[in-house]
């Protein structure tokens, strides 16, 4: 038996669930979109174009004033970052759990790395 698929056994044994969604969503998305490359979240710089792959950990409805906001947090494994659709207060197929692509710019401005109205591509489940 070759020494790399031994290696890839081993790994996909003992990987976590995280990992095994992240590995999922970076295999998906070079699928649908050869030579875009997957940023992780921890290597994201403030103001900068990311795309990122992960899986929602949590879903808010934000009625900020009048106007609504509905606010995901997306986790792939090596950090957390929010994104925020502003004027929606639900979007189908998003609901934790599951897994999508997000383009757009890093802001930020709050406490916490956020993503503002970004291009997305839900995974399949």
Known sequence: MNAS?????????????SERALRESRIDHERRHPGEPLTPIQACCPGQ???IAGTISH???RPE???PALE?????GSGRVFV???GRRRIP???EGRRL??????????DHPTIYNPRYELLPE
């Open 93 to 95: 197929g998003i609901h």
């Open 65 to 67: 004033g009048s106007a």
């Open 72 to 76: 995901v947090s997306i986790n792939d």
């Open 101 to 110: 692509v997000v383009h757009g710019r890093l802001n930020c401005v709050t």
């Open 5 to 17: 698929v031994i290696t890839r056994t081993l790994r996909r044994l003992t990987e976590s669930e």
């Open 84 to 86: 925020v659709w502003l």
């Open 59 to 61: 879903v808010v409805v």
């Open 49 to 51: 174009q990311v795309t």
